[in-house]
């Protein structure tokens, strides 16, 4: 019996699996000399590609630092573009702004009629400066249809020039002080030279450029002036007249406005009472309407009034005259 149970256990023995052992994971192979120096020095580069980066960011930090402590912010690049344009404005602001136009008119038939305008203007502004330059010139002939006969003689309707010169020393952007000289001759209003100088006061209310490039600039004038005139009449017949003294307050206007890009509205106005000797009034207006047709090239229309309390004797107080200039900036 017990060598049958013994013979039973050791069969059921041999049936039953014997319990594995767990899998040990494989040891890990070690790296050759070559592969660790190849990823040491992989971990170099990057560690020197974080310091470049580190470095960059603190030289930028210093530079805003920099710019604070000036008092300047650090320049974008739009801001550096309107600088440049605003560099190159003030620049060509300081250059020379000179305008010259000419007018003719000239009728042949039953009628003679030849008249002549010239003007020119230049002018020039500095950071602390405005220097102005004027001239004119006009001359006219003509012979009514009642004067029959080409051979007939036309008669002188104008024969006048004149110039100014003007500097003004800017205290402010608004206030300035300036001198004037000025001389000019009118044959067919009997004055055969007026020099005059004056000094005073110029305030600039507004001078601005709308995007659009519309202008809009305002100057008024508080001075006074004095000046000489020499009297002569040219014209039916010649005859010597009494030279006069002119001296007091001037007022003075000058306005521009751009109704568009192209349109530009003139105004220049003055008014001159005269307290020396026998009060004298004299005032004169410009209205003046200039379209542009290029860049440089402009048409214009003018209409001036001038007006003399005391004319030289024999002429009348009041001269109109409706003008067309073409006008080129150069």
């Known amino acids: 019996m017990l060598s049958a149970a013994l013979l039973i256990a050791t069969s059921l023995q041999a049936q039953t699996p014997a319990p594995t052992a767990p899998a040990q994971e494989p040891a890990p192979v070690a790296a050759t000399p070559e592969e660790r120096i190849a990823a040491a020095a992989e971990r170099a580069a990057a560690a020197a590609e974080r310091a470049a980066e580190a470095s960059a960011r603190a030289a930028e930090a210093a530079e805003r630092a920099v710019g604070i402590a000036a008092g300047a912010t650090p320049a974008k690049p739009a801001d550096a573009d309107a600088a440049a344009a605003a560099a190159a404005a003030a620049k060509k602001k300081e250059e020379w702004d000179i305008v010259v136009g000419l007018g003719l008119i000239s009728l042949t038939g039953n009628a003679s009629t030849l008249t002549f305008s010239g ?44 110039v100014e010169l003007r500097g003004d020393r800017r205290f402010t952007k608004m206030l300035s002080g300036y001198l004037l000289a000025g001389a000019l001759t009118d044959h067919v209003g009997s004055v055969e030279s007026r020099t005059s ?13 709308s995007k659009d490039e519309r ?40 306005f521009r406005y751009g109704i568009t ?70």
Do not use: C
């Open 119 to 162: 003007l020119a203007s230049a002018s020039r502004t500095t950071e602390h400066w405005i220097y102005g330059v004027k001239a004119f010139g006009n001359y006219g002939r003509s012979r009514p249809p009642e004067v029959s006969g080409e051979e007939a003689e036309s008669q002188l309707v104008a024969l006048n020039a004149g």
């Open 197 to 209: 100088g004056e000094g005073g006061l110029g305030v600039l209310w507004w001078d601005e450029k």
């Open 215 to 254: 202008e809009s600039y305002l100057r008024t004038d508080l001075a006074f002036r004095y000046a000489r005139e020499t009297r002569f009449q040219y014209y039916p017949s010649r005859m010597d007249l009494p030279d006069v003294d002119l001296g007091g307050p001037r007022f003075g206007v000058a």
């Open 261 to 330: 890009k192209e349109v530009l509205l003139k105004e220049d106005a003055e008014v001159l009472l005269s307290v020396i000797g026998d009060s004298r009034v004299l005032a004169n207006s410009q209205t003046q309407l200039s379209v542009g047709l290029t860049e440089s090239l402009s048409l214009g229309v003018s209409f001036l009034v001038k007006h003399d309390s005391k004319p030289p004797e024999g002429k009348v107080s009041t001269d109109t005259a409706l003008a067309f200039n073409l006008e080129v900036a150069l």
